[in-house]
């Protein structure tokens, strides 16, 4: 018979992760680039204070456990406010792509069914439709104080977010609950049909806070800047994990661009920041320009898409910041792998440093990962076999929002979409996306590496590789760039792939873009350049 232990069984939620960087970590500051230019701080103690009005304000608008809030924002404090208030009163953040087209943000919060939508006066149209379209829709707030709200007749009765909390007291009754309920809401990018709705429990998003904070993807004593937004995947996990550790954070606001970017980092003097590879392109070239990093610069993680050689070389050989690889998706809220040097790699040759680099990571603790053949037969370790990478873990997705089907193997593992290789140190290698995988001839090309090797060339700014239908081989790659400087010629290009792949695996055409289709979420978009390309057949 099994003995129960007898340790308390406190619920893991989400807000006292903010109630404990309020009472230990209080001046800890939380630094936001607004909306409106302006730079605004504050700490976590007074961060809580405001949490609290704001919980107030929720419940006097209605607000019951188990609604959906929207929010239409980027990275601010005023975000970080909604993200643990609408959490602690046992209702579900959903956090909303503003960057989706019209008919879409309608989709989404509809079927979401959100009663109130907070939007940043950057996104006052978007907000406007939305007002109009949207039927469960009951208030909209704008994130701001009055002397910057919008004044039009469009949004009804519009509140204004500090005119809001400001009338409200403090000492805010907290109720404590299971720790499954639902605290957040995120719907996947909809590449592949419509978007489907991931929704966290407190208990994952706590947990996956200590994977954030054990693996380096965030660290104690680091000054954060997540430059992934917050309305995607949680802004991989910072800002809960900031306030467990009590780490100051810097929240960029509309900055994405490399001026910005980093004149705020040098300004804030951050120590380690979260973005995808597009937004570091941009910060790059502003390192280049201005011949130095921001001054206390230290790691960048590198997530969302595949970290490029050139850009590890250009981080860490040119300016010393170190780049940390790592991989997830929403439906792992999203941290899955992490890619930190193990010993041995360290006093390793650069060349095999860096091939290393390139791998995605290794699994954190929590998330048990395989791979697996076509009929779900587990494929061994040895970082050649490549099969579809399928986890499972505490902040793994069980099912999506309002779908019955599951979405699990008929064993309880996630099938990612993603195909790779996993090999004996453990570190994961994704080769591509199921969905964009190039079968020539009955073997897997990988379309990842492919663009990886070809960013190598001095005249390729930008890569996207994608089969083509071939006669003989029924498909094969065809690289897409964007040319730095003079356009290369498919010769040139493949001369200098023969050095780095297999001959089999080098582009049987090559055609020169001005621009790649970015979809949303900053990846390119391949079914963009499918259809643009659609015309070429190879024989
Ligand atoms: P999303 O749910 O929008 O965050 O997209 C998740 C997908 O992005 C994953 O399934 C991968 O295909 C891709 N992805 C995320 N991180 C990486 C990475 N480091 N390298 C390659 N692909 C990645």
Known sequence: MLLAGQMMDRPLLVLPLLQHAARHHADSTIVTLGVEGTVHRTTYAETYERVQRLAHALVRLGIKPGDRVATLALNTFRHLDLYFAVAGIGAVCHTVNPRLPPDQLRYLLSHAEDRLLFFDTCFAEQAAALVAGVPTLERVIALTDTAHAPEDGRFGDLLVYDTLIAREGVAFPWPEFDENTAAGLCYTSGTTGLPKGVLYSHRSLVLHSFAVAANGLASAGDVLMPVVPMFHVNAWGIPHAAPLMGAPLVFGGPAFDGPRLFHLMDEEAVTCAQGVPTLWQGLVAEMRARGRRPKALTRVVVGGAAVSDAMIRAFEDEFGVEVCHAWGMTETTPLGVINRPKEKFKTAPRERQIRQKLKQGIGVYGVDIRIADGEGRSLPRDG????????????????????????????????????????????????????????????????????????????????????????????????????????????????????????????????????????????????????????????
């Not at 990478?389 to 902040?395: A, E, K, N, S, T």
């Not at 199921?434 to 700014?461: F, R, T």
């Not at 930008?462 to 010629?489: D, M, N, S, Y």
């Not at 023969?498 to 049987?508: E, M, N």
């Open 384 to 539: 050649a076999s490549q099969g579809h990478i399928q986890v499972r873990g505490p902040w793994i997705i069980r099912s999506y929002f309002k779908e019955d089907h599951s979405p699990l193997t008929a064993d309880g593992w996630f099938d990612t979409g993603d195909i790779g290789t996993l090999d004996p140190d453990g570190y994961m290698e994704i080769t591509d996306r199921a969905k964009d995988v190039i079968k020539s001839g009955g073997e897997w090309i990988s379309s990842s590496m492919l663009e990886n090797a070809a960013l190598g060339h001095p005249q390729v700014a930008q890569a996207a590789v994608i089969g083509v239908p071939h006669e003989r081989w029924l498909e094969r790659p065809l690289l897409v760039c964007v040319p730095r400087g003079a356009p290369p010629t498919l010769g040139e290009i493949n001369a200098f792939l023969a050095t780095r792949l297999p001959k089999w695996w080098l582009p049987d055409a090559l055609e020169c873009v001005d621009a790649l289709p970015i979809g949303p979420t900053g990846k390119v978009l391949k079914t963009k350049l499918r259809e643009r390309f659609k015309h070429i057949r190879l024989e």
